[in-house]
């Protein structure tokens, strides 16, 4: 098939739009015919909802739908299928499980969780202690994860999990599609500061994996995971915001509302943090263009380090603006929210979820050797670990 230009990916929305009219068409229905005419990812393979085109001609297909008011898929809801879970199994996935798994993913009928850090392992993931035993043609899963969002929406998780103890810790790590609705999978949750259950704890208990549900060789789960993570970091870091569409936003429309509040120190604060969130937004728009010359580099890491400081200043700035008034909490109940909504709520929960902006998606401290080590070439910090079998690590 002859690659499509501009011209043609037009033609077939069109096409598209024609068949399935967006104002008398069911939105699931409408998604399901975008992914099988291949206009959902343009740059993934032909059969799995693209054209093999370039991925920068997404945005033709995307005005195009936007302009005749046809559904999006949700992004933010089914993020970590999209960005994470796809394409890890679109890079080491088998025939049959990128048949099975895409479509459902992409539409949103099936949502995803990731099922990678652990209580033990803390920021240093590869020293994860969940444990798959083969047996027969399924794998044997016993172990805990923590901090995994939306497992108390998913059905299906990413899981890796150690095969074999008598490796370094970052090899004999095997890589799995996992159901969360198999018996000896237990998902509770964790309430966090800001009142939430965003986040989970997930038990597994003899949950059996069968083999054919396993992403990459035996034993090599560290290197398809490092697809995983990459991938994680452009998500969050190179997030496509408008101007004043992040933190800044609430403050920046205080400051313009609220002349009373501000002094010149304040005022300074915010302009070098208005101009540091506006250099922030456009690296995202560069990270997001590195991706369609190929996978993601080590620079989505500076990127989420970025959004976890900006935030964190940010919305410590705003309750200094407000005084007394930032410090007030307007709800403390309970809630299983199935998206994060920093700019939904008021000051309080910006300043608290926003602590939690330098743990999740890799730890600051952990972006921080990544980015010294591969983007700066700095020296590998000394390790004590290496070529030491896991089982014979301190613990």
């Known amino acids: 098939m002859t690659t499509p230009d501009a011209a043609e990916l037009r033609r077939r929305t069109q096409e598209l739009l024609a068949a399935h009219p967006p104002a008398t068409t069911d939105r699931t229905d409408f998604l399901k015919a975008r992914f099988d005419a291949g206009l959902a990812w343009v740059h993934y393979p032909?059969?799995?909802g693209g054209l093999d085109a370039p991925r920068s001609l997404q945005s033709v297909v995307d005005t195009e739908l936007a302009a005749a008011g046809a559904p999006d898929n949700d992004p933010r809801r089914i993020g970590i299928g999209l960005g994470m879970a796809a394409p890890t199994i679109l890079g080491?996935?088998?025939d049959e499980q990128?048949?099975?798994f895409l479509r459902p993913l992409w539409v949103g009928e099936e949502v995803w969780c990731q099922l990678f850090s652990e209580p033990g392992a803390g920021s240093d993931l590869a020293a994860l202690g969940t444990r798959a035993v083969r047996a027969g043609e399924d794998?044997?899963?016993?172990?805990?994860?923590v901090w995994t969002s939306s497992a108390h929406l998913a059905r299906w998780a990413i899981l890796i999990a150690r095969t074999d103890p008598d490796q370094p810790k970052h090899r004999g790590i095997s890589y799995f599609i996992c159901d969360m609705t198999d018996p000896g999978v237990e998902v509770r949750p964790l309430r966090q500061i800001t009142g939430e259950a965003e986040f989970n704890e997930v038990f597994l208990t003899g949950v059996r994996i069968p083999d054919s549900r396993r992403l990459g060789p035996v034993g090599e789960g560290w290197k398809v995971a490092q697809t995983t993570l990459?991938?994680?970091r452009v998500s969050i870091g190179g997030a496509r915001i408008p101007r004043e569409g992040g933190m800044i936003g609430p403050v920046a429309r205080t400051w313009r509302a609220r002349p009373e509040l501000r002094?010149?120190?304040l005022h300074q604060r915010l302009l070098g943090l208005w101009v540091e969130a506006e250099v922030a937004r456009l690296?995202?728009?560069?990270?997001?263009q590195q991706l369609v010359a190929g996978q993601p580099g080590?620079?989505?890491?500076g990127m989420k380090l970025a959004f976890a400081r900006l935030n964190q200043e940010i919305s410590g700035l705003e309750v200094e603006l407000l005084g007394e008034d930032g410090l007030l909490y307007s709800d403390w109940t309970m809630r299983r929210p199935e998206l994060v909504d920093f700019t939904g709520h008021d000051a309080g929960y910006r300043y608290l979820r926003s602590k939690g902006n330098s743990i999740e998606g890799g730890t600051s401290e952990v972006l921080l050797n990544i980015v010294a080590e591969r983007v700066l070439g700095l020296p590998a910090e000394p390790r004590n670990d290496k070529d030491v079998p896991w089982k014979d690590l301190t613990r």
Do not use: C, F, I
């Open 230 to 232: 990459m991938n994680e």
């Open 98 to 100: 990128k048949q099975r």
């Open 46 to 48: 032909a059969g799995l």
């Open 298 to 301: 080590p620079e989505g890491s």
């Open 92 to 94: 080491y996935g088998t």
């Open 263 to 265: 002094t010149h120190d």
């Open 283 to 288: 690296a995202g728009t560069r990270l997001r």
């Open 139 to 145: 794998w044997v899963v016993d172990g805990q994860k």
